[in-house]
């Protein structure tokens, strides 16, 4: 059973588009909140991160939303751009730290040219 | 430069022959742990390490063993490898003092095929 909940699997947007990718948590303890960006043949890479005391964080052209009381948090990107084709990872974790991540399942964008 | 270096990056081996992954970081780091990640599934945690001769077991370790003799490294150990072994691994550290661990520094992976 898995405690984050990802979706869409698969994301096509046209640049320039706005791409968005939703999460959904049970685990109330939850208290940290990842996005990692993953390129094929590369590991994953901490992208933006967000803790449940904020609705919302934005670092250039990637904002996350959160919605503690829907337990529920969601990847934006604007202006998506070619280059940001990669897997989305969600994730969160317990301690407020990045020891114990529990991983969505991925997202796979595309962003045409 | 920073990084998590993992060997071999490919890896076909026959059920039941031992083999080990290593982990190396050159960050200093505390904190290392192992993942696999496996279609539709995102990456879970196998063990992970606080600290030098501090192990402990992550969502699924079931199979694997670890060791942590040297702050730098983090061998993982399939001393029975079968099929459903078969995945990709990622090792991962992250600097671990008070408040500060909040990003896990991911090495390139190593695709790990039992037949």
């Known amino acids: 059973q898995q405690q984050v909940k990802q979706s869409p699997q698969s994301l096509i947007v046209q640049k320039g588009g706005i791409s968005i990718i939703n999460c959904a948590y049970e685990?109330?303890?939850?208290?940290?909140f990842p996005w990692y960006q993953q390129f094929p043949g590369k590991g994953p890479a901490l992208l933006i991160a967000?803790?449940?005391?904020?609705s919302e964080k934005k670092e250039g052209r990637f904002t996350i939303s959160f919605n503690k009381s829907a337990k529920q948090f969601s990847l934006h990107i604007m202006d998506s751009q070619p280059g940001d084709s990669a897997t989305y990872f969600c994730?969160?974790?317990?301690?407020?730290?990045?020891?114990?991540?529990?991983f969505g399942s991925g997202t796979q964008l595309t962003v045409l040219p | 430069e920073a990084q998590v270096t993992q060997n071999p990056r490919y890896l076909i081996t026959v059920t039941g022959k031992k083999l080990t992954v290593t982990c190396s970081q050159n960050m200093n780091h505390e904190y290392m742990s192992w993942y696999r990640q496996d279609p539709g599934l995102g990456l879970r945690q196998i063990y992970y390490?606080?600290?030098?001769?501090?192990?402990d077991k992550g969502d699924v370790p079931e199979g694997y063993k670890v060791s942590r003799k040297e702050k730098r490294n983090f061998p993982l150990i399939l001393e029975s490898p079968s099929p459903n072994q078969t995945s990709l691994y990622f090792c991962?550290?992250?600097?671990?003092?008070?408040?500060?661990?909040?990003?896990?520094?991911f090495g390139q992976g190593t695709r790990l095929t039992v037949v």
């Open positions: 390490s606080m600290n030098v001769e501090v192990t």
């Open positions: 685990n109330t303890a939850f208290d940290y």
């Open positions: 994730a969160a974790s317990r301690d407020g730290s990045a020891r114990q991540l529990t």
């Open positions: 967000i803790r449940p005391d904020v």
């Open positions: 991962a550290s992250s600097l671990d003092w008070g408040l500060m661990n909040t990003e896990a520094f």
